[in-house]
T-cell receptor, first 114, second 113 residues
Framework: AQKITQTQPGMFVQEKEAVTLDCTYD???????LFWYKQPSSGEMIFLIY??????QNATEGRYSLNFQKARKSANLVISASQLGDSAMYFC???????????FGTGTRLQVTL | EAEVAQSPRYKITEKSQAVAFWCDPI?????LYWYRQILGQGPELLVQ????????DSQLPKDRFSAERLKGVDSTLKIQPAELGDSAMYLC???????????FGPGTRLTVT
């Protein structure tokens, strides 16, 4: 079974600053993928970034980057130059082995302030 | 841009009543997922389809929940009878394959009174 742990229930960041959202995972599978999703108050889940377990370089997508430390089983999301529109819930998720279902963490609520 | 469609967006029902949700995945996506998200938690998989076949329904409360994807395209999730604890957001997602991102619909927010 897979498990995702997000230890930060809530985070505050000032506009234009960078913020790191923590995610640790647990799986016995060698092949897995790590995903980050954003969920605004409207409820839809928006895909942000993906990191494969065999990817040697950290994933980046615009202002989002994933700090992947395989030995520590961590996959932290870094958001650079925060914007007010980044205020939302952020979920880390894992897809492992032959299964393609996502196992999500409990999320981190990010609030961007002026 | 292609999207996953879900309806209704909001549903209020009394306990012991039947309720149904509909999902239309992105065209060409063979894999369809139904997740349930209880307030304050992350989504949890209820059922996964590959085309019209159920791949994983281990977390689906089969005494009251049923799901179908008869023609391998759109899908319906039904609850009968609804219980107070079923109040949650029901999210549908689709993907084209393993390790591909899952595209989520806007969800159906269910309130059971």
């Amino acid at each position: 079974a897979q498990k995702i742990t997000q230890t930060q229930p809530g985070m505050f960041v000032q506009e234009k600053e960078a913020v790191t959202l923590d995610c640790t995972y647990d799986t016995s599978d060698q092949s897995y993928g790590l995903f980050w999703y954003k969920q605004p108050s409207s409820g839809e889940m928006i895909f942000l970034i993906y990191q494969g377990s065999y990817d040697e370089q950290n994933a980046t997508e615009g202002r989002y980057s994933l700090n992947f430390q395989k030995a520590r089983k961590s996959a932290n999301l870094v958001i650079s130059a925060s914007q007010l529109g980044d205020s939302a819930m952020y979920f880390c998720a894992i897809e492992a082995g032959t299964a393609s279902k996502l196992t999500f963490g409990t999320g981190t609520r990010l609030q961007v302030t002026l | 841009e292609a999207e996953v469609a879900q309806s209704p967006r909001y549903k209020i029902t009394e306990k012991s009543q039947a309720v149904a949700f509909w999902c239309d995945p992105i065209s060409g996506h063979a894999t369809l997922y139904w997740y349930r998200q209880i307030l304050g938690q992350g989504p949890e998989l209820l059922v996964q389809f590959q085309d019209e076949s159920v791949v994983d329904d281990s977390q689906l409360p089969k005494d009251r929940f049923s799901a179908e994807r008869l023609k391998g395209v759109d899908s319906t999730l039904k609850i009968q009878p609804a219980e107070l604890g079923d109040s949650a957001m029901y999210l549908c997602a689709s993907s084209s394959g393993q390790r591909d991102e899952q595209y989520f619909g806007p969800g159906t927010r269910l309130t059971v009174t």
